[in-house]
C-alpha cells in the first residue's frame, strides 16, 4: 500500500507537473503576444496552415502529405496571414474605436465579409494555382474565375458566424492570432482545400473526357 501510495504520489506530481508546464507555456504565448505581437502571430499563423493543410490533404483524399505544398502553405500563413489579420483588426478598432456593441460588431463582421473575405480567398487560389501547383499564369487565371464563386459563396455561408463570436468576445490581441487569419481561416482553409481539390478532381476529368 505504501508502494502505491507512493506511485500514486509520484503519478499526481507528474500530473501536477505537466498541468504546471501547460499553464507556463500559455503564460509565456501570450507574454510574446504582447512583446512581440507581430511576430508571434506570424509563427502561429504558419504552424496552423500547416495543421489545416494537413487536414485539408486528407480529407481530399491524399494518402500521403505532399511535403513542399505543406511548407508552401506554411510561408503563406507566415508571411501573409499573420501579418494581414494583425494589421486588419487594427484598422478595424481604429475606424471604430474599439466599441463591441452589437450594432458596431454587425458593421466590423459585413465590412470584413466585403473587403478582406472576398481578397483572402481571391488571393490564395491564385496563390495555389500559380505558386503551389507550379502552372503558368494563364491557366491560373481561368481555373480561379471557374472555382472563385462557388469558394467565395461557401466563405459567405460559415465566415460571418465566427467573425460575429471574434469580434465580440475575443480580446484584441487574439483576433489576428487564433482567430483571423489563424483558427477560423485555417479550419475554413481546410474546407476549402478540400473543395478546391474537388475542383481540380472535376476539371481533369472533365478535360480527360
Request: with cysteine; charged share 20%; glycine share 8%.
Amino acid at each position: 500500500m505504501a508502494a502505491a501510495a507512493a506511485a500514486g504520489g509520484r503519478g499526481g506530481k507528474e500530473g501536477g507537473d505537466e498541468g504546471s508546464l501547460a499553464r507556463r507555456a500559455w503564460r509565456q504565448y501570450l507574454r510574446q503576444l504582447q512583446l512581440h505581437p507581430l511576430r508571434t502571430k506570424m509563427i502561429t499563423a504558419g504552424c496552423l496552415a500547416g495543421v489545416s493543410d494537413s487536414v485539408a490533404q486528407k480529407l481530399s483524399g491524399y494518402q500521403k502529405i505532399e511535403k513542399r505544398r505543406l511548407l508552401l502553405k506554411m510561408l503563406f500563413g507566415f508571411a501573409y496571414g499573420g501579418p494581414f489579420g494583425h494589421y486588419m483588426h487594427k484598422v478595424l478598432d481604429y475606424i471604430f474605436k474599439g466599441k463591441k456593441d452589437t450594432k458596431t460588431v454587425a458593421k466590423k463582421v459585413f465590412l470584413e465579409s466585403v473587403t478582406s473575405s472576398p481578397w483572402n480567398n481571391l488571393l490564395f487560389l491564385f496563390y495555389y494555382g500559380y505558386v503551389v501547383e507550379r502552372r503558368p499564369f494563364k491557366e491560373v487565371k481561368p481555373r480561379v474565375k471557374k472555382q472563385y464563386p462557388a469558394v467565395q459563396l461557401s466563405a459567405w455561408m460559415f465566415w460571418p458566424i465566427i467573425s460575429w463570436i471574434n469580434h465580440q468576445y475575443m480580446p484584441l490581441q487574439f483576433r489576428g492570432d487564433i482567430s483571423q487569419p489563424s483558427c477560423k481561416d485555417h479550419v475554413f482553409e481546410a474546407v476549402i482545400d478540400s473543395l478546391v481539390g474537388k475542383l481540380l478532381h472535376s476539371s481533369k476529368l472533365i478535360l480527360n473526357d
